[in-house]
């Protein structure tokens, strides 16, 4: 982002004048820059998760695992979310992603960094304990050329700011563009993602470290999945991922 762009940006949205989901005017001591609707709205993930994926579970479901996590296995290790994906949730990815709102990201960020530290996975400034590197989930150069950023990036770097931990964009890469995913069945999915990443040089920055895979949304795995068995694959140690949102348990 240039210096232009951020000061233009808060112009437009003043920080903390206006609720970062619905737009209203609101009162600049709330979290996160939401309006307390907003914040009531969110569906933050306090309550029982999966303590695979990490998704809130579902109140029928009496598992300590998702519905999804016991119909397929994963290559990562566990993972994290903030909220469970609802009509806040898809406001703010929606805004970040497709309307340019990169003033967007550092709030999802915070929100990222508070969840992990209240769960005891990180802490403020202390570098790495559990993690070597944060590590964004990729785009196609084709796509990020296009939208001019790559949002899980933008979320890393206030992530990376607060904690100490370092990201980097040059561990794995796309090796080709993907179809939308949205609307594929999970097993459509994983076909889909297969083979889409490779390491971006020799092994060596892979080999023996421990990494957290970080992207905005986690609904059935595909993608995460398709970067941890890479890092797997090429020695990683622990290959966590945190999300600021989780698709729904839903239990069929
Ligand atoms: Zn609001
Ligand atoms: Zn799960």
Not at 90 to 115: C, H, Q, S
Not at 138 to 161: D, W
Not at 203 to 221: H, K, M, N, P
Request: contains cysteine; glycine residues 8%.
């Amino acid at each position: 982002m240039t210096k232009l762009t951020d000061n233009l940006l808060d112009l437009v949205f003043p920080p903390g004048l206006y609720c970062s989901c619905c737009g209203k005017i609101t009162d600049s001591s709330m979290p996160y820059h939401l309006c307390s609707s907003c914040m009531d709205q969110i569906k933050w993930a306090t309550g029982r998760t999966c303590s695979k994926c990490g998704k809130p579970l579902s109140d029928t479901d009496p598992a300590d695992t998702c519905y999804s996590c016991r119909e397929h296995e994963h290559l990562y290790d566990r993972g994290y979310t903030c909220a469970e994906y609802g009509s806040c949730e898809r406001a703010l990815i929606f805004n970040l992603k497709y309307n340019g709102r990169t003033d967007i990201a550092p709030i999802l960020g915070e929100a990222i960094f508070d969840m992990l530290e209240a769960r005891g996975v990180i802490t403020a400034g202390a570098g790495g304990i559990r993690y070597d590197i944060i590590l964004p989930v990729p785009m196609s150069r084709a796509k990020q050329l296009a939208r001019g950023y790559n949002q899980a990036e933008l979320i890393a770097r206030e992530l990376s700011l607060r904690c100490g931990i370092p990201y980097s964009t040059r561990i794995i890469e796309r090796t080709r563009s993907t179809r939308a995913l949205r609307g594929l069945s999970p097993d459509e999915r994983r076909l889909e993602m297969t083979g889409a990443f490779a390491p971006c040089h020799d092994e060596s920055l892979i080999r023996g470290r421990s990494f957290l895979i970080l992207d905005d949304i986690y609904t059935t795995g595909a993608t995460i999945d398709a970067c941890a068995g890479v890092l797997k694959d090429s020695g990683a140690g622990v290959v966590d991922f945190v999300s600021f949102a989780s698709g729904a348990d839903v239990v069929k």
